[in-house]
């Protein structure tokens, strides 16, 4: 009976508070069926694949839309417009251990109305490796990743922000 009362408690709370998840929003601006374009940097090809892997996954985790190149609502296009891998501390010895990887995003979203919505956003991620050994490329290349991760979410909130606006 208690448990009935604390959840039918908590359901009217947040119904009378007028809580909406951020999808609501979302859906303003995004349809269900995404097409997704990543434009290939000619510097850092590899970098491109692996921010392509991020912005399919959270197109399906964290947005839960599908991906759709012919009969798609929203295309979002996303430029690498700049990366970096930079050393920000040191171990008693001298070796470097702490590492960021930075990346910006240019982005562009046409939505389900055709309207052109532009975004610049970043993202990082901190590392660390063990002393006295070389960072791998393998290792680089999974810190750009979750960079990206990063700088999509930080996208997916300014998407939020724009449907809450509208």
């Known amino acids: 009976m208690k448990k009935i009362f604390l959840f039918s408690f908590f359901f009217f709370f947040i119904i009378g508070c007028g809580y909406k998840p951020s999808s609501v929003y979302q859906n303003k601006i995004l349809g269900n069926k995404i097409k997704p374009i990543v434009e290939v940097d000619v510097k850092n090809p590899r ?16 947005l ?17 417009n700049s990366s970096s891998l930079s050393i ?49 490329d393998q290792t680089q290349l999974d810190a750009y990743k979750k960079a990206s991760i990063n700088a999509l979410n930080k996208l997916f909130a300014k998407i939020t922000k724009e449907g809450i606006e509208k």
């Open 47 to 62: 970098e491109t694949i692996f921010l392509k892997d991020a912005l399919n996954d959270a197109i399906y985790t964290i």
């Open 64 to 80: 839960n839309k599908n991906i759709d190149f012919e009969n798609y609502d929203t295309i979002i296009k996303v430029n690498p």
């Open 88 to 136: 920000l501390d040191y171990d008693e010895n001298g070796y470097p251990y702490l590492y960021r990887s930075s990346v910006v995003l240019k982005v562009e979203i046409v939505d389900k109305n055709k309207k052109k919505y532009n975004y610049t956003v970043s993202g990082s991620y901190d590392f660390t490796i063990s002393t006295n050994s070389v960072i791998t």
